[in-house]
């Protein structure tokens, strides 16, 4: 495509969460560093919350890769956890490389999961379970999550859950039949969207990894666009830069520019448009 155009060795803009391009600008840094001392200090429940779009999965697997390096820990991660209560308990287990008979009850499944975590932590590991999605979750699945995280010894948890997913699940939280799950999450965190000075760094963080060592590639003024057109939503603002490399490369420019930034956003339906736009259009077509 553009690649070897602009100097790149890969394509930079991908949607594919890839912790080789995770970006630590400051809100992502901080619920990063809240996520790791929380578990290291020994919390039950944590929760980070965030629009769509804002990075939620990159941060948890880039999370998942720190304690990878840390001896203490043993890490599971559920991708979708719309399951009922036994199936989620069977999905925990699959992660840890349990052996299950397919037809184990609630009572086998635990029974088995609190012989891994006890000797887990006879190991001097803590199991750290994170749940991508989690404003998917059934009330009944999210209220027996609180029934594993009972499973501790005299001193410490045996298991610590981080729920990551869209601010729906604040409402769901907020049902009465979870009220005991809500009281147990010892820290959250919201992700925000970037600003136009982090939407700069960003950009050029990602094209830096793709292998980009030149000048700016993008103008200031596509840059601001770019902001807009994106709301400082990272998916929206990879997508976008990714579509207006392609018309710049399609012109033989060297740069991005405005009138890139406006191509991309109209073909991008997610873009955000600029105010007085569908006025003005209504009126084209009358």
């Known amino acids: 495509m553009y690649e070897r155009y602009f100097g790149l060795r890969e394509l930079p803009f991908g949607i594919t969460p890839d912790t080789e391009y995770y970006f630590a600008h400051t809100r992502q840094q901080e619920a990063l560093n809240t996520l790791l001392a929380a578990v290291r200090m020994g919390e039950g429940f944590l929760k980070v919350t965030g629009e769509v779009g804002t990075g939620k999965t990159l941060l948890c697997r880039k999370f998942l890769a720190v304690l990878g390096?840390?001896?203490?820990?043993?890490?599971?991660?559920?991708?979708?956890?719309y399951l009922d209560p036994s199936a989620l308990i069977a999905a925990i287990a699959a992660e840890l490389g349990l052996s299950i008979a397919p037809n184990a009850g609630s009572h086998a499944l635990m029974t088995a999961l609190s012989a891994e975590l006890l000797k887990n932590y006879a190991e001097g590991r803590q199991l750290v379970l994170c749940l991508d999605e989690a404003q998917a979750m059934p009330l009944e699945t999210l209220e027996s999550l609180r029934l594993i995280s009972n499973l501790e010894t005299e001193k410490c948890k045996l298991i610590q859950i981080?729920?990551?997913g869209q601010p729906e699940l604040d409402q769901r939280l907020a049902a009465e039949s979870v009220r005991q799950l809500r009281q147990r999450i010892a820290f959250s965190c919201r992700l925000a969207p970037l600003s136009l000075a982090d939407t700069d760094d960003y950009l050029r963080h990602r094209l830096h990894v793709a292998g980009y060592r030149g000048p700016a590639l993008f103008r200031k003024?596509?840059?601001?666009?770019?902001?807009?057109?994106s709301g400082g939503v990272p998916r929206l603002a990879n997508i976008l830069a990714h579509k207006a490399l392609m018309a710049a490369y399609g012109e033989g420019a060297k740069t991005v520019?405005?009138?890139?930034i406006r191509l991309a956003r109209a073909d991008t339906e997610a873009a955000v448009r600029p105010r007085g736009l569908s006025k003005l259009m209504a009126w084209v077509h009358r």
């Open 69 to 81: 390096h840390d001896d203490r820990f043993t890490t599971a991660y559920i991708p979708n956890p």
């Open 162 to 164: 981080v729920l990551f």
């Open 221 to 229: 003024g596509a840059m601001r666009a770019l902001h807009r057109a």
């Open 257 to 260: 520019q405005t009138r890139h």
